[in-house]
């Protein structure tokens, strides 16, 4: 049994199934998928994507994108869709509860062999144990009661930087943006959001959050998606899969044992801008 992980689907169906369907991934009848998150939303099939991973069961592993959390909130009628949504069909689809209870108990971080699966990053002052220790209270509380009023909170720029000290929605919200927004921090962990170039544009003052000296996930493997002007970037202690997809680049999955690559190449359905 292999374990593939796959880089950010962004509602690109007809390029998954041309993944799935590559015989190194199709020939193994119990191999198993890690999903980066990013599920939805830009691409043309945002409904058959989600039904799709949510089709093989216990064989999948989806952590949450910022772009899974916004169906979620647009859901909760607290976000307004944007103009490059394509998340209604979801929102109509007759089984959309049944949907948006799955979304609600995906996790934000998940580890197993060696690898640490998140959407965007991971502060350089956390380790993978405290990672997923901070990821499992926001899964708590978007499963929970009050994830519509978490949802309401979640937004916002600041804190910036994380704090052992911090306490309710600052507290969730700091978790949320390093686990599913951030590309470039400080030496000491300030997060910056707006820039979204590669890795050598970065601010002044700032690095790619895996470029911070000592970071304390440097001996375990962080396997991540949200950066699609990173691409694929490959080195100890790092897999970004993030190849842009939406953008008319590939979807790219690694197989965990050696990171053998398969990749597709995809239709082009966004232009950025």
């Not at 640490?116 to 997923?132: D, E, F, I, S, Y």
């Not at 306490?167 to 599913?180: C, K, P």
């Not at 897999?239 to 398969?262: F, N, S």
Request: proline letters at 5%.
């Amino acid at each position: 049994m292999s374990i593939w992980m796959i880089g950010d689907l962004q509602g690109c169906c007809e390029s998954l199934d041309a993944l799935l369907a590559r015989p190194e991934i199709a020939g193994d009848a119990e191999a198993r998928f890690w999903f980066a998150g990013d599920l939805v939303n830009r691409g043309p099939a945002s409904l058959a994507t989600i039904r799709r991973v949510m089709a093989l069961g216990e064989r999948a592993v989806a952590v949450l994108g910022n772009h899974d959390l916004h169906l979620l909130a647009v859901a909760a009628g607290l976000r307004r869709p944007g103009k490059s949504d394509t998340i209604q069909e979801i929102l109509d689809a007759p089984d959309a509860a049944e949907i948006l209870d799955w979304l609600r108990h995906r996790p934000l971080a998940h580890f197993q062999l060696g690898h640490l699966l998140v959407h965007a990053g991971v502060l350089p002052g956390w380790t993978a144990a405290q990672t997923l220790a901070l990821a499992g209270e926001v899964e708590a509380t978007l499963r929970g009661p009050d994830w519509q009023a978490f949802l309401a909170q979640m937004y916002g720029n600041t804190p910036a930087a994380w704090d052992d000290g911090l306490e309710g929605a600052d507290r969730l919200r700091v978790i949320v943006n390093a686990l599913t927004r951030m590309r470039f921090c400080t030496a000491d962990g300030t997060m910056e959001f707006a820039a979204k170039d590669g890795a050598k544009h970065a601010p002044e003052g700032f690095m790619p959050w895996f470029d911070v000296p000592d970071r304390a996930t440097e001996s375990v493997t962080v396997v991540f998606g949200h950066w699609s002007t990173l691409g694929l970037l490959e080195r100890p202690g790092l897999l970004a899969l993030d190849t842009g997809c939406v953008w008319g680049g590939q979807l790219t999955a690694a197989r965990l044992e050696d990171h053998k690559l398969v990749q597709v190449s995809c239709r082009q359905y966004r232009v950025p801008g």
